[in-house]
């Protein structure tokens, strides 16, 4: 199930900019790495994926842990 971020630029300071996203799944302890979504790459939909637009964050998780649970996000920026 994907994850929407409403207003993403409001979560961070004024004049950040986004350095980087990490999840991690409650069946897990482990921060993972959110790359770009890339459509054309080998890798697309085996980790997870995030994309932008219309003032939306969304992080796509891999095609095979589709499950419903409550991740948390880590948002890393730089002022």
């Given at each position: 199930?994907?994850?929407?971020?409403?207003?993403?630029?409001?979560?961070?300071?004024?004049?950040?900019?986004?350095?980087?996203?990490?999840i991690?799944?409650?069946?897990?302890?482990?921060?993972?790495?959110?790359?770009?979504?890339?459509?054309?790459?080998?890798?697309?939909?085996?980790?997870?994926?995030?994309?932008?637009?219309?003032g939306?964050?969304?992080?796509?998780?891999?095609?095979?842990n589709?499950?419903?649970?409550?991740?948390?996000?880590?948002?890393?920026?730089?002022?």
């Amino acid at each position: 199930m994907e994850i929407d971020i409403y207003n993403l630029f409001s979560l961070l300071p004024q004049g950040a900019f986004l350095k980087s996203i990490y999840i991690k799944r409650e069946s897990t302890n482990t921060w993972d790495l959110v790359s770009p979504l890339d459509w054309t790459s080998p890798n697309y939909g085996k980790a997870h994926e995030w994309s932008y637009g219309n003032g939306i964050l969304v992080l796509f998780p891999p095609i095979t842990n589709m499950g419903n649970d409550n991740p948390d996000v880590k948002l890393v920026y730089c002022n």
